[in-house]
């Protein structure tokens, strides 16, 4: 690590105490070095330890008490027969499938919202957010609920035994994945569009480019965004346990994320062959980031700066405004209406169970819960655990996106660029066991660390969940910053701070909004992590549903579920309210959908 | 390092550290979990108060029970409620330095292995129990029976068949052909030692493993249905995809007792014999200190205890409170039907270390 002296301060000069003044910047240097220091012990306590004792287990059971061998590869052995590697497998074609496709249709919504003078625009942005707040085993279990024999198109009298064979495997598991992987593929490419403005593609016209060409130079200068999409949509797939869970259990479609959660979630608990699948996640993951980094070396993507005018917004025809409504609304339908329709109508249905028979709609689940302490204190708790996270994730996000987008710092962004993309390729529950044999050690205890089953162990738990994903989103907007905005403010006479909160801040604010927004969300209704880590008599709100859901009472634990999503509806109409409210009109501007 | 790269780093990590400070001190300070749990449970008694029992349960019915402890003994209890294959994760990952004091979940093999590990400290409560309940008690002791369910009750739509099978042999001919689930055993905590005692039953010890595979094999090629839970088999049987399930007891009785009969649905149960036991167990941390041990007998005693069973029949009436009681002089609740009597215990120790490898078996076979 290099200490950069400040500008201004002529480096050659030597002053006449020349010892004093070395002492001085030495002790400086290491002042400096100190928010670096915090941030790497950061990341080391929240990310590195946990998933480095989680993975040691592979290999030496003994060390954590979870076997008699000090070392063996028989987790790994395991990992690759049968089952495991079956859902391995799955889980690579899975992955990759619903990776491209969400980068397309991420792209494609991105395009025609920021680019196209479409009817709805902010409808369909703000149908990006809502799509990140369902969690994807609501979206799979509301297409279950739609397409499971007896279920609602059979009681309309819709044959849907082929619908539902086809559902019912890769193809359902690639589509609910593709749709849960669009907001975060839209977020990456959007950031990115906004930042693009209109003079690449003019320059291309210019000198004598067809639309083609002017396209083709747009997708060049999107690459990071698109690989950086790519990659994490890949990662979350592969590290999805929503529809591992939900749908792709029902379809007896292994994948490798519930044969992971399968080893240790039941009798005999298997951490060995657990861990080995968390090694195969994470080289895949890593796959990921190789071909994100081969497919960008030595380029620079730095286009927004102090000349970055917002481009025009391309005309649509009648025919091409109808087909592009049509295709937003079909993403919407899909991805939203059809999960909606789920958890509402079993939220609604008296003792439900079925959809068959005379089961009534009625309000005495949302009455019941209400009334419920099952409710009103896990949410409360879970909501100010959800704030705290979102906004250390959101600062935290923007450091490490920064330093990933760092020209300066390669090794060390190399390194941190995987361990996010690692991070978010290993499902909460690796997090999960790997914080408890990292902060439950007798080692730890003796060394006066008591966080095991405390409430702050569960916030850096959330917080470890929360940051690979959110840095890989914030990373699009990031990387097109260039230094030159920073610099003139400088020159023009601001501090350090002043000039990074007059030009930096106001081009990332709404991206960091949206991080913010993202994980709280996301922490709100977040469950392995929540299960394991939860202080004892302090369940959070996903414990408390899915124990409802557990105890057979469907009615109860949907109402629940929908009362928390309007919740976190209802923070992200206020936050964004107030961002419209509180911010100068530049900031929103830049970007913004109009 | 740039400069604007430091000057994010600072910013960041500055909001940071204060929003994780904030929020730390907050959600500790507002928890009185949080500033204890961690810490070894005697050095609060050390000040004079009693240390709290950390209780791992699934039941239903725990929340009650525990608050009824507390008001009987004065001994406060922190309860961590989930299901069965959280909570023995939790123990696993634990297993160098405990946390819990007491574990309390249905079903006997875990409790064997735990006390092969040496995790368990022996107690033989005082309360007498009935001889269901003393087939029940391992040889040393190691952990206490203090209620029962079977595994499996037949649950079938009597608004869809007239017919119940009289044995197991009758689900493999053509009239159930395609109508029959089953819970999943890799992720449905009770259905293992329904296997185990199907293949007990079968073999016995010697030749069971092969004669249950055997028998699993014929009822797959007889169309067998395989869903992850108890509550999955039971919305497949509402939803009219089966006509039969085979779920845990108290799953069955609540369901009975619960949904809605109408033309098309009328739940009703029947037992097929053998029915394999399943005990609510409890088992004390051996790595306790001494106080939270002592205090973990006495909630023993208590679940025992007239109190005890009374909260335990009262917490969750269509759940998990539908279960037999092993006390002398305490009945089970009216949505229960008599105890079956074709009934067989299965001994944990043997059947335990197996259930991986037959669980291998139906992943790749069965289901």
């Known amino acids: ?594 | 390092m740039s400069k604007s790269l430091r000057l994010a780093l600072c910013v960041g990590t500055a909001v940071s550290v204060a929003a994780l400070v904030a929020g730390c001190s907050s959600s500790s300070g507002g928890s009185p979990a949080s500033s204890s749990a961690g810490a070894a449970p005697s050095s609060s008694a050390a000040a004079g108060s009693p240390a709290p029992l950390i209780v791992y349960s699934a039941q239903g019915y725990d929340a009650p029970v525990t608050k009824a402890f507390t008001q009987a003994t004065g001994i406060p209890v922190k309860l961590v409620d989930d299901s069965t294959g959280p909570l023995l994760t939790k123990v696993a990952a634990e297993k160098n330095n405990p946390q819990w004091g007491l574990l309390w979940v249905d079903g006997d093999t875990a409790f064997a292995a735990l006390d092969k590990q040496g995790q368990l400290l022996p107690y033989t409560p005082k309360a007498a129990l009935t001889s269901v309940g003393q087939a029940l008690v391992p040889t040393d002791h190691s952990y206490v029976p203090v209620s029962t369910t079977v595994m499996a009750a037949l649950i079938y739509n009597s608004a869809r068949t007239n017919s119940v099978p009289a044995s197991y042999q009758d689900l493999l001919s053509s009239q159930y052909s395609g109508k029959v689930g089953m819970n999943d055993p890799s992720q449905s905590g009770p259905t293992y030692p329904f296997i185990a005692g199907l293949m007990n039953q079968l073999g016995g010890q010697s030749g069971g493993v092969a004669a249950g595979e055997d028998y699993l094999k014929k009822l797959k090629a007889n169309g067998l249905h395989v869903f992850p839970t108890n509550g999955d088999t039971l919305h497949a049987l509402e939803t009219g995809q089966i006509t039969y399930g085979l779920i845990q007891s108290s799953a069955a009785a609540g369901e009975v007792a619960k949904a809605p009969k109408n033309a098309s649905f009328n739940a009703k149960a029947a037992y097929l014999p053998q029915s394999t036991l399943l005990p609510a167990v409890i088992g004390i941390d051996k790595a306790a200190p001494p106080p939270v041990r002592a205090e973990a007998k006495k909630f023993v005693e208590f679940v025992l205890s007239p109190a005890g069973q009374d909260a335990m029949l009262k917490g969750d009436p269509k759940g998990d409170s539908l279960f037999w009681p092993v006390v002398p002089g305490v009945n089970a609740l009216s949505d229960l039907p008599s105890f079956p009597s074709a009934y067989q215990k299965i001994d944990p120790y043997f059947w335990g270390p197996l259930e991986n490898q037959v669980n291998t078996f139906f992943d790749s076979t069965i289901k």
């Not at chain 1, 030597?14 to 915090?38: E, H, I, K, T, Y």
């Not at chain 1, 309309?156 to 019912?168: C, D, E, H, K, S």
């Not at chain 1, 990456?188 to 060409?213: D, Y």
């Not at chain 1, 690459?223 to 979350?236: G, K, L, Q, R």
């Open chain 1, 1 to 594: 690590m290099t200490t950069v002296l400040p500008a201004a301060q002529p480096v050659s000069a030597q002053p006449p105490d020349g010892g004093a003044l070395n002492r001085a910047r030495l002790s400086l240097s290491r002042f400096r070095s100190g928010p670096w220091l915090l941030f790497w012990l950061l990341i080391v306590a929240i990310l590195v330890l946990p998933i480095a004792l989680f993975l040691l287990v592979a290999f030496s059971p003994r060390l954590l008490g979870q076997g008699a061998a000090w070392f063996t590869l028989q987790g790994f052995r395991d990992a690759f027969t049968g089952t495991l590697l079956r859902g391995t497998l799955n889980s690579l074609v899975v992955g990759v499938a619903s990776a491209v496709v969400a980068t397309a249709v991420g792209a494609g919504v991105a395009w025609c919202v920021l680019r196209t003078d479409v009817v709805g625009r902010r409808l369909w942005a703000g149908s990006m957010f809502a799509l990140l707040l369902a969690p994807s085993y609501l979206i799979a279990l509301g297409w279950e609920r739609l397409l499971e024999p007896a279920g609602v198109l059979e009681l309309l009298g819709i044959p849907a035994t082929g619908l539902r064979q086809a559902f019912y495997g890769p193809l359902g598991v690639v589509i609910v994945l593709s749709v849960k992987g669009v907001p975060f593929a839209f977020l990456a490419l959007s950031g990115a569009l906004r930042g693009l403005g209109e003079e690449f593609e003019a320059a291309a016209r210019v000198h004598g480019g067809g639309p083609s060409a002017a396209a083709r130079v747009v997708l060049a200068l999107l690459a990071p965004a698109c690989w950086s999409a790519f990659a994490i949509v890949f990662a979350e797939s592969v590290s999805d346990f929503g529809v591992a869970a939900t749908l792709a259990n029902d379809a007896h479609f292994p994948v490798a994320t519930f044969t992971l959660y399968n080893a240790i979630d039941n009798f005999p608990v298997q951490f060995p062959v657990a861990a080995a699948v968390g090694w195969i996640l994470m080289a895949l993951a890593g796959l990921a980031l190789l071909a994100q980094t081969r497919a960008l070396r030595g380029r620079s993507y730095r286009v927004l700066g102090g000349r970055s005018r917002p481009a025009r917004r391309l005309r649509l025809s009648r025919t091409a405004h109808l087909l592009t409504v049509g295709c937003l609304l079909g993403l919407v339908v899909v991805g939203l209406g059809i999960p909606s329709f789920g958890a509402v109508s079993a939220s609604l249905i008296d003792g439900l169970g079925s959809l068959v028979g005379s089961h009534r709609l009625t309000l005495t689940n949302y009455s019941r819960v209400l009334h419920s302490p099952a409710l009103r204190a896990p949410l409360q708790f879970s909501a100010e655990l959800a704030v705290v996270t979102a906004t250390v994730t959101a600062a935290l996000g923007l450091v490490a996106a920064r330093l990933l987008s760092s020209r300066g710092t390669r090794i060390t962004g190399r390194v941190l660029d995987l361990l996010l993309l690692t991070a978010v390729a290993l499902p909460g529950i690796v997090f999960a066991a790997g914080y408890i044999f990292t902060y439950n050690l007798p080692l730890t205890n003796r060394l006066g660390v008591h966080l095991y089953g405390t409430s702050t162990l569960l916030l850096l738990g959330y917080l470890a969940t929360a940051l690979p994903a959110t840095s890989r989103v914030l990373l699009g907007s990031v990387s097109q910053v260039q230094e030159s905005l920073r610099e003139a403010g400088r020159v023009h006479g601001s501090g350090a701070f002043a000039s990074w909160l007059r030009t930096v801040l106001p081009l990332l604010a709404r991206p960091l909004v949206a991080a913010w927004v993202l994980t709280f969300a996301g922490t709100l209704l977040e469950l392995p992590v929540s299960q394991l880590l939860y202080p004892p008599g302090r369940a959070p709100v996903s414990v408390g549903i899915t124990k409802a859901l557990a105890n057979y009472d469907y009615g109860g634990g949907t109402a629940m579920e929908v009362l928390a999503i309007l919740f976190a509806l209802l923070v992200v109409a206020i936050v964004w309210v107030l961002f419209r409210l509180l911010t100068p009109a530049g900031w929103r501007r830049i970007g913004g959908t109009r």
